[in-house]
């Protein structure tokens, strides 16, 4: 009986990566290049056979066995994938053989775990919903999640952030959403997992509670100091907590990169000079160029030049330094006179 890499090779390379989905397929030498069938992405340069493994020189950086690959580009067991490498190869594969090359030697053994996890509750996600008085059972613990993007536990009291661990919200950071009374009017859950798995899955990096208009209210709305001397609006919660953490609480999101009626009420309502800070991307910059041209008649606008300070696509305030941020804000708003308190 032959093992597996003979098998493959057998197979062929070529036939194997066209046949798990791998894109732009190109032999060099002896060997065999795509894009990557994990990850996708364009770079046709990342994916690389050797020696009965291939490897993701990009996003992943991780070697994969051809029984690793089907397991998740097709979401099968250990098992199932074993017996659909069989079947393609018309032979049995000898257990001796594939011992060396199952998941659990590996380390992308997490990877693929978190992988079927998602899966998992994809499925679950089809027939339930979650609602508003679900907050009460989310715990009050400071996630890994957030100590990972540098936030503090007194952050996480601030906004009164959760976690779930189980049901349609399982690993996701519980957010939740009130007016401008303070009442707690729904709920966002952000992943706690990297956008490659949330791809790979089909699942979405938030969920909402049922029936929540977002463009009805400003996020951190009943928190944010009406006395100071403008106002901040981002698109994300991360920004604004990221500015909570820097001191500063005049800030609201939008929770997206489109302005609501409503939201444009909101924000006049505040009656102060506003600083605009989309992310940096083409949204980001679509809608900072609507905030400018639907509320420029009323207060003074201003718009944060997030791409002067950072080149990563997406970037918001939330990945940026506070000295950037402080240097930028203080050329930009420098010029409105300080709010006279009676
Ligand atoms: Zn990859």
């Known amino acids: 009986m032959t093992n597996v890499k003979e098998l493959l090779e057998d197979y062929g390379i070529d036939r194997f990566l066209e046949y798990v989905g791998a894109e732009k397929i190109r032999k060099i030498g002896d060997n065999f290049r795509s894009c990557c069938p994990i990850h996708g992405g364009d770079n046709s340069s990342a994916f690389s056979y050797h020696n009965g493994y291939f490897t993701c020189f990009s996003e992943c950086d991780r070697n994969y066995s051809p029984i690793d690959i089907l397991m998740i580009v097709f979401s099968l067991s250990y098992p199932e994938a074993k017996k659909r490498l069989e079947k393609l190869f018309g032979q049995e594969i000898e257990n001796e053989d ?25 499925k679950q996600e089809e027939n339930t919903e979650f609602c508003l008085n679900d907050l009460a059972t989310y715990q009050k613990i400071t996630h890994e999640y957030l100590i990972n993007e540098g936030f503090s536990d007194e952050t996480r009291q601030f906004f009164d952030l959760r976690f779930c661990d189980k049901g349609i919200m399982r690993d996701r950071v519980v957010i ?10 729904g709920i966002a859950g952000r992943s706690i997992y990297d956008f490659r798995l949330l791809e790979l899955t089909g699942q979405s990096k938030y969920f909402f509670s049922k029936g929540l208009k977002k463009s009805n209210t400003l996020y951190n709305i009943s928190r944010a100091d009406r006395y100071s001397d403008y106002l901040i609006v981002v698109e994300g919660y991360k920004s604004i907590w990221r500015l909570h953490e820097w001191g500063y609480d005049n800030a609201v999101a939008l929770m997206g990169a489109s302005l609501g009626d409503k939201q444009l009420k909101l924000l006049l309502k505040f009656n102060l000079p506003i600083l605009i800070s989309g992310d940096n991307d083409k949204a980001g910059k679509n809608l900072q160029r609507e905030v400018v041209g639907k509320l420029s008649r009323y207060t003074p606008v201003e718009e944060f030049p997030i791409e002067k300070i950072t080149s990563k696509e997406n970037d918001s305030i939330a990945e940026i330094k506070k000295g950037d941020f402080e240097e930028w804000t203080k050329k930009i708003m420098g010029k409105y006179p300080k709010k006279i308190l009676f």
């Open 98 to 122: 594939t011992s060396e090359i199952t998941y659990e030697n590996l380390e992308n053994k997490k990877f693929i775990q978190d992988f079927k996890k998602l899966k998992e509750s994809q």
């Open 176 to 185: 939740p959403i009130d007016d401008k009374n303070g009442k707690i009017i």
